[in-house]
């Protein structure tokens, strides 16, 4: 794998290092998914991922690192055989057979990954004193049931994938090439859990609009709960708020920044304690913060055509410890760039 990440000329190397599969796990959260995933429109998002995203005094090039999202969205997809189960276990948790007030929006695919990496990348020997090296590369069908009368979102996502891939190493060593960034990862072949090792996550989450102005100035807060389990298990509190001014003499666009607070609590993590095989090396349990919090602040711009609305961003993230480490306990910090389409 570090020969052919070598090998690779300039021009494979940048169009592989745009490829989906070894993306970030997002669903971007600053904004109601009814702006995202209307049920009479098709959306395409890109998020891109790093710590090299924020200032060069933050940037420690460890934790998580990197990636890259793409999200689909269509009503088609509500024929799609996965959505089906996913729509009728939300269907038997809320009975909104009866209720005219609930309507699926556009279900959502996405191929995502998540990579970390300790503080030292280029020690190739396992180190027993840090965080070690992990990737999850997984396929995501998510799908959204909207009560309208109470200005909620109901979503649930099953995710397919697996752990600890050289796709993770094959992306990261390409990123450091073309961008002469120092050191070269070196420790990939220390991954927590087995290459290949199958995975799932079954998520949950409840979106709700507490308030929205529709002046040409707007406040908008939007309260989120939600629920995961399997390889990662973990139950989640956030407020999202934006400030913003609509753009425009017709108003066809805006302007916002945004704050969001997280504070979650996890009960595993696989990128920290393994999965089902054995692996070179866990985090200790009694070493892990499960009481963890997130937050993030930026700017988006938003664009309504004639026939389609462009939205793109950038965002600021900081996370609280994840774990006590012998020499360091430190609070990591990365950017965020999107850009996506509804049209």
Not at 48 to 62: A, G, H, T, V, Y
Not at 167 to 196: C, K, L, S, V, Y
Not at 239 to 248: C, F, N, V
Request: proline share 6%; with cysteine.
């Amino acid at each position: 794998m570090k020969t052919l990440a070598r090998a690779c000329s300039p021009f494979l190397v940048l169009i592989l290092s745009l490829t989906p599969i070894f993306s970030q796990e997002v669903a971007h959260e600053i904004y109601f998914p009814t702006e995202l995933y209307p049920r009479d429109k098709e959306s395409f998002f890109i998020y891109l991922d790093n710590d090299k995203f924020i200032p060069p005094s933050l940037d420690e090039d460890r934790d998580y690192t990197n990636g890259i999202a793409f999200s689909y969205s269509n009503k088609a997809l509500l024929n799609f055989p996965l959505h089906k189960i996913n729509g009728w276990l939300l269907q038997r948790v809320l009975n909104p057979q009866s209720d005219t007030h609930f309507q699926f929006l556009s279900p959502e695919i996405k191929l995502a990954s998540l990579a970390y990496t300790p503080r030292d990348i280029a020690e190739s020997r396992l180190i027993l004193d840090d965080r070690p090296y992990a990737s999850a590369h997984y396929l995501e069908i998510k799908s959204r049931l909207w009560n309208k009368q109470k200005n909620q979102v109901h979503s649930l996502g099953i995710s397919y994938g697996v752990l600890a891939s050289p796709i993770a190493e094959f992306a990261q060593r390409i990123i450091h090439t073309i961008g002469r960034i120092r050191p070269i990862p070196e420790g990939w072949d220390n991954q927590i859990a087995h290459p290949w090792e199958p995975t799932l996550l079954m998520s949950y989450q409840r979106d709700r609009l507490w308030r929205k102005d529709k002046g040409r100035s707007f406040q908008d807060l939007k309260e989120s709960i939600s629920f995961e389990v399997g390889f990662r298990m973990m139950a989640a509190y956030a407020l999202t708020g934006r400030m913003g001014t609509k753009l425009g003499k017709r108003e066809q666009g805006q302007a916002f920044l945004f704050l969001r607070l997280k504070p979650h609590v996890l009960a595993y993590d696989t990128n920290l304690e393994g999965q089902f095989r054995s692996s070179l090396y866990t985090v200790p349990r009694k070493d892990i913060y499960f009481m963890r919090g997130e937050a993030a602040a930026g700017l988006s711009v938003n664009w309504d055509g004639p026939k389609r609305s462009l939205k793109a961003g950038y965002g600021f993230y900081a996370q609280s410890p994840e774990a006590r480490y012998p020499n360091h306990t430190r609070f990591h910090y990365w950017g965020r760039f999107w850009l996506g389409w509804v049209f």
